[in-house]
């Protein structure tokens, strides 16, 4: 009687286990790098805005406050978008028969908003509060990194919940005075760890990793 | 919104197709995670807006009207769009709470069956088109210059500006007629002026067949002060008494201490005896506790008052003449003018209306608001007679019954959208403002009436017109303040002298042959006459006693039932000469017998959709205009059987008693009993204070009081405006789906001659041991330092093991993506604070934790930490009696923690041992000790 397998089946049913194996073992690990990436995350994104808006003007060469476009980031939880309106008031002067603009005067002309592209986009699921991280001593720098270099906006940190998770269980490395919110490239002095324990004191910041935090 | 799922249902499926079905959706379901979130934009405004910032909610003071008597409220608006509805603090008709109704009116505003487009007969049109043939010159020419064919049906209003501009179309056609329908408005007294009680002065107070605390004008404030006094803070404090006579069973039944099931052809002959017994003690009256009553109210003179609202107009009189008696009349009972119009206008009574339809004298019939094709009679046969009228017009929210028999419709704006003015029951003008411009192409009466009489301008204008004429506003800065406070002060009318001076005629107790039943047609607290019955989240309410959502029923007797051979859901004919109606059965313990109740408001016919086919039409069966009863009906087994989507289905405590319940007097003889502390709690482990892991500044805890809690409902409706509640619909209902956060529990007892119904607000108990938590394979529920139960909902699996471990049942799944077909304007009601829960995931109550972290994000901007009493969940906020107190259990002063300490604190279900954060005081009745049975 012939042999019922082949002389190679045995060879087959170990790769084949191998295989199972390698599936089971790596697919979710390749799936959890993979929500980790820069692609999965958006983190460095080229978002392409209607108007190519420099934050390396406004921000760095004219030193205009933050908050005088993202005005609400102090006060609610949207940092905000400025209304066409907070753009023509400088533009009315300066620029204002450039190309680039057009977008902005077509916008003030016919009452139809701007449609700029979000760049740091969080889960439906997911409360930030720009005011209150402000209140703490986050500054901008801290999650946004240098806008003031940025010709394009884009995605600086990853914005994972482990990324957030990671200054929420030890936030004192993260505070600066509130002089320096909105200064770019601020760097901490020298006696930080004097300066990291008086704001966690001064701004009453406590390690709040409670689900309810973010998710509501 | 709709009750059926067919499209998710099991269908016929093979075993291999199941688990292919199965397999991929457990590989797909792992990468639903992994997907990037979808590309969004970020629309700034154009202009400056530096009133209104994106993620600060707004508030505007503005009124709503039922029947033509306003509510003060204040609504919620997050960018524009009016999301909640609060009460407003300075309105004499709030007091800051509000009821079901006005809870869900956001619901309404958003409702995609409202009417959208004008049309003159079935071609659309503009409204501006309809208007040119209301101009007075065009409208001339059809009815003549007197305008002798013109008529004018109008629902019941307060509103000057309405008033003053019915005024001037009266002016440009003299010969019109105004007339004005409600079923249930204080108009249908037929008189100039209307009952006011003051309920707060009152230690003893008797209900005659009037649900004072839950329907009708300033039914917030009547519950407020009767609470108040009700609220006893220890066993030594004073405590109202309420007796209650009433055929059905309401919510003033449940909170009485005495509470009488009579059924209404015996209701005269009680208050009679009443009366003689009040006026003669030495009276010898049948039965013996009309005897105990009287006494009851001479021993309080002149803090005692007889409530006959909403009985017959000859039992009112009756009613009046025991409050002259008995001290109270201009103390605690007094009449005052109906706030509705009628001074500078004249209101012509209803039944011309119907007499001129008869005698074909109508031409031109502009119906404004409400819907008579549907609430009347169906025996005066309005809806044809308004079909033989040549050219019939209606403004209305929706192309229901009445616009079914008109030639033109427009639409009418919600109040949400509206500029106008209106009156609270006492007078107090309130100015209504609008918080988002029209939906869609529709009008308010003002602008209907003001293009009927000539003039132009909006409805606005018009408004700061009429104001600046009546003086009541005539500067800015008070026009300004009207706006902000929501009333304007000092506006209420003052109290009429006497009682209406010509009485109704004393007409004999009615006497139905033996053997027949008295029906009665009672106002719906939730739909009200049928206004609000396409509104899902009042379809979904269960009611006080029944529990019954999304219908209506005979209810009746255990008795009655049993005499006609009815079980629940069996069908039942009545039938009184030419007239029959088929209604499904429901036994109410309770209930008078040879008595049934139907609710009206159901059974509609138009194109509402959710309205549609719900319940029966009870107006189809009443024998006349007004009628809130009928004897002599016969009542047999017959008809279809019907399956009732009852949200509670058990009836009694059995022996856990989570209702704790004491009279007065055992809780003064005895106060430690009724109540259970803490410590005596037994547990093997020792008690860790503050618990492990609960460290937080604030510890947040509730406590309710079932003294005062009287079942409205408006907490339930509030919980899921607040917290994007889905509506599942009458067959998710029977299948005990439903997804309320919070529900009324009700528990029948039995006691010699009576029964008593024993309410309890249940929601998640915030155990601070809890059960859910051990149970959850995944930690989506977790607890919060600051001790809440937290749900997290991405990260629930939706094992239901949670559900499972839950002693009180308050665990809600999501068996379906309930919010994946609702319309581009539902969408808009929901909270923008609050997760939107998918399909598969559990929820349940968070104690408003959005409004806590809220709070607690303010308060750090200001530099400080925020106090429990700042917060209030959006239960307690609306709640008419303030049963409900939320709190930190740190805050040792407060309200909250006051209430706890009371000896009458206890836990539900203690003895497992899960420490709850919700405690509730029991129910203290203060019972007649001369009145041995009855309850």
């Known amino acids: ?216 | 919104m709709s009750d059926d799922h067919d499209h998710e249902s099991p269908s016929a499926m093979d075993r291999r197709e199941f688990l292919r079905l199965a397999g991929a959706s457990i590989a797909l379901a792992g990468l639903d995670g992994c997907t990037r979130l979808p590309a969004e934009n970020i629309l700034p405004y154009v202009d400056n807006r530096p009133e209104l910032t994106p993620g600060l909610a707004q508030y505007y003071a503005t009124a709503m009207c039922v029947d033509g008597c306003a509510t003060g409220l204040l609504a919620v608006s997050h960018v524009g769009r009016p999301t909640k509805i609060e009460g407003n603090p300075d309105h004499p008709a709030s007091l800051g709470a509000s009821g079901a109704i006005e809870q869900a009116s956001v619901l309404q505003l958003y409702d995609p069956d409202r009417a959208q487009a004008a049309r003159i007969g079935s071609a659309r049109t503009e409204w501006s088109a309809v208007a040119a043939t209301l101009a007075p010159s065009a409208l001339q020419s059809r009815v003549g210059a007197s305008g002798k064919g013109l008529r004018l049906l109008i629902e019941p209003t307060s509103s000057p500006l309405d008033e003053a501009l019915l005024a001037r179309v009266l002016g440009a056609h003299p010969d019109a007629a105004v007339h004005m329908y409600a079923p249930f408005s204080a108009e249908r007294a037929g008189n100039d002026l209307v009952p006011h009680y003051e309920v707060g002065l009152a230690d003893v107070i008797v209900s005659i067949d009037s649900d004072f605390l839950s329907t009708g004008p300033f039914n917030l404030r009547y519950a407020r002060k009767f609470a108040d006094n009700r609220r006893i803070a220890g066993p030594s404090n004073p405590m109202n008494r309420l007796y209650v006579i009433e055929p059905g069973f309401t919510s003033t039944g449940v909170a009485a201490d005495h509470r009488f099931a009579v059924r209404p052809r015996d209701i005269p002959t009680i208050a009679q005896a009443l009366l003689a017994s009040v006026k003669d003690p030495n009276t010898r009256s049948t039965p013996a506790w009309v005897g105990a009553i009287a006494r009851d109210l001479t021993a309080h003179r002149g803090r005692s008052v007889v409530i006959a609202r909403d009985a017959s107009p000859a039992v009112r009189a009756i009613a009046d003449d025991i409050n002259e008696a008995i001290g109270a009349l201009g103390h605690t009972a007094w009449y005052a003018p109906t706030p509705l119009i009628g001074r500078s206008v004249r209101i012509s009574p209803f039944t011309e209306l119907v007499d001129a339809l008869r005698s074909r004298a109508v031409d031109t019939l502009v119906i404004v608001g409400g819907n008579p094709s549907y609430t009347t009679p169906a025996s005066l046969g309005l809806s044809s007679l308004i079909r033989s009228v040549p050219n019939a017009g209606y403004l209305g929210l929706y192309e229901n019954e009445t616009a079914r028999d008109v030639r033109w419709f427009v639409p009418m704006s919600h109040y949400l959208e509206s500029w106008g003015d209106a009156r609270a029951y006492d007078g107090t003008l309130s100015i209504v403002q609008p918080l988002v411009n029209p939906l869609y192409a529709s009008i308010t009466p003002a602008d209907l009436y003001a293009t009927m009489s000539g003039q132009s301008g909006t409805a606005y204008e018009l408004l700061r017109a009429s104001w600046a004429q009546s003086g009541t506003g005539n500067t800015p800065d008070a026009w300004t303040e009207a706006l902000k406070r929501g009333v304007v002060a000092g506006s209420a009318y003052t109290p009429a002298p006497a009682r209406p001076s010509a009485s109704p005629p004393r007409a004999a107790a009615p006497t139905g042959a033996t053997g027949t039943i008295d029906v009665v047609f009672a106002e719906d607290p939730k739909v009200h006459d049928g206004a609000f019955s396409n509104n899902a989240w009042l379809q979904e309410l269960p009611s006080t006693i029944t529990q019954l959502t999304w219908g209506n029923a005979a209810l009746m007797s255990p008795a009655t039932a049993h005499r006609i051979g009815v079980a629940n859901g069996d069908g039942v004919k009545l039938s009184a000469g030419e007239r029959r109606l088929e209604v499904p059965t429901l036994i109410v313990p309770g209930h008078a017998d040879d008595a049934v109740t139907i609710h009206c408001g159901y059974g509609r016919i138009g194109a509402e959709s959710v309205a549609r086919n719900v319940g029966v039409n009870a107006f189809a069966f009443a024998p006349a205009l007004f009628a809130t009863d009928e004897s002599g009906v016969s009542v047999a087994h017959g008809g279809a059987r019907s399956t009732l989507a009852i949200a509670q289905t058990q009836p009694m405590m059995e022996n856990s008693q989570p209702v704790r319940t004491a009279t007065l007097a055992e809780y003064r003889a005895s106060p430690t009993t009724v109540g259970i502390r803490p410590e005596r709690v037994l547990s093997l482990y020792p008690e860790p204070a503050p618990p492990v892991g609960m460290h937080g500044p604030n510890q947040w805890a509730m406590t309710i009081d079932l003294a005062t809690c009287i079942g409205c409902g408006a907490c339930v409706v509030a919980c899921q405006a607040e917290n994007n509640i889905p509506v599942v619909g009458a067959s998710e209902v029977h299948n005990a789906r439903i997804m309320h956060w919070i529900r009324i529990d009700r528990y029948f007892g039995e006691h010699e001659a009576a029964v008593d119904a024993l309410l309890q607000p249940m929601l998640c108990q915030h155990c601070e041991k809890a059960p859910c938590e051990y149970v959850c394979p995944v930690e989506a529920t977790v607890h919060s330092p600051d001790g809440l139960n937290e749900m997290v909902y991405n990260r629930c699996v939706g094992t239901r093991f949670c559900s499972n471990n839950c002693p009180y049942k308050v665990r809600r799944f999501n068996w379906f993506d309930f919010n994946k077909d609702l319309s581009e304007t539902e969408l808009m009601v929901k909270n923008p604070n609050v997760t939107v829960r998918e399909r598969g995931v559990m929820e349940k109550c968070s104690f408003c934790v959005q409004r806590i972290r809220e709070s607690e994000i303010a308060a750090a901007r200001d530099g400080r930490e925020v106090r429990g009493s700042e917060i209030q969940t959006a239960c307690q906020q609306s709640c008419p009696t303030n049963a409900i107190v939320f709190g930190s259990l740190s805050e040792a002063d407060s309200e909250m923690v006051r209430r706890r300490q009371q000896p009458r604190a206890y836990s539900v279900l203690h003895d497992l041992g899960t420490r709850p954060r919700v405690q509730y005081l029991a129910r203290i009745r203060n019972t007649n000790p001369d009145i041995s049975n009855g309850v």
């Open chain 1, 1 to 216: 009687m012939p042999a019922l397998f082949p002389w190679w089946a045995n060879s087959v049913a170990r790769a084949s286990l191998l295989v199972l194996v390698i599936i089971v073992v790596g697919v979710p690990i390749a799936l959890m790098v993979w929500v980790r990436t820069s692609f999965a995350t958006g983190q460095h994104a080229n978002v392409k805005q209607p108007i190519a808006f420099d934050h390396r003007v406004h921000a760095h060469a004219l030193r205009i406050d933050c908050r005088f476009c993202h005005s609400s980031a102090a006060i609610a939880a949207p940092a905000g978008l400025p209304p066409t309106a907070a753009c023509v008031g400088c533009h009315t002067t300066a620029l204002n028969e450039s190309n680039t603009l057009a977008p902005v005067r077509a916008s003030l002309s016919t009452g139809k908003p701007i449609e700029w592209r979000r760049v740091n986009a969080l889960p439906d699921f997911v409360f930030f509060d720009h005011s209150v991280h402000l209140a703490k001593g986050v500054g901008c720098e801290t999650c946004h990194g240098r806008v003031d270099q940025m010709a394009q906006v884009s995605q600086a940190q990853p914005l994972t919940m482990g990324w957030c998770l990671s200054c929420h269980r030890d936030p004192a490395p993260h505070l600066r005075p509130e002089s320096a919110i909105t200064t770019m490239g601020w760097s901490a002095p020298v006696d930080a760890a004097a300066l990291a324990e008086r704001l966690m004191r001064t701004n009453r910041v406590q390690s709040r990793t409670t689900c309810t935090t973010c998710h509501r």
